[in-house]
């Protein structure tokens, strides 16, 4: 069964950077498959909100709120999928989750439902002070 573990998050200026971390446990069985991997964040009181996702032949899809300034990238060897966000605002403040589905049916895109994702990890906290 697949885990995931977020890290990275962290209280920043605007403007600044960092970069989020999950790494997936038990996950060998799933880079033998087709899988779509994602980055969603939920901000106190908003819906939850795709942010990035990536498919297992590594194309990727950003929320428009975030293109140019996210990017999402995957370790296969580490097990491990990276959001790298530059110039943070402060809407960017959220808890921000990964998640990771096998991937057979439908897009594997930012408009994916989060409750079509089989696992997601319990979250990192990103805030972005101005």
Known sequence: QVQLVESGGDSVQAGGSLRLSCVASGAGYLYRTSYC???FRQAPGKPREGVATINSAGTTTYANSVTGRFAISQEIAANTLYLQMNN????DTAMYHCAVTRWDSGN???????SSYATWGPGTQ?????
């Not at 943070?88 to 809407?91: A, G, K, P, V």
């Not at 990103?126 to 101005?130: D, I, L, N, P, Q």
């Open 37 to 39: 991997m994602a980055w």
């Open 88 to 91: 943070l605002r402060s809407e």
């Open 108 to 114: 594997c895109d930012t408009g994916r439902a989060w």
């Open 126 to 130: 990103v805030t972005v002070s101005s």
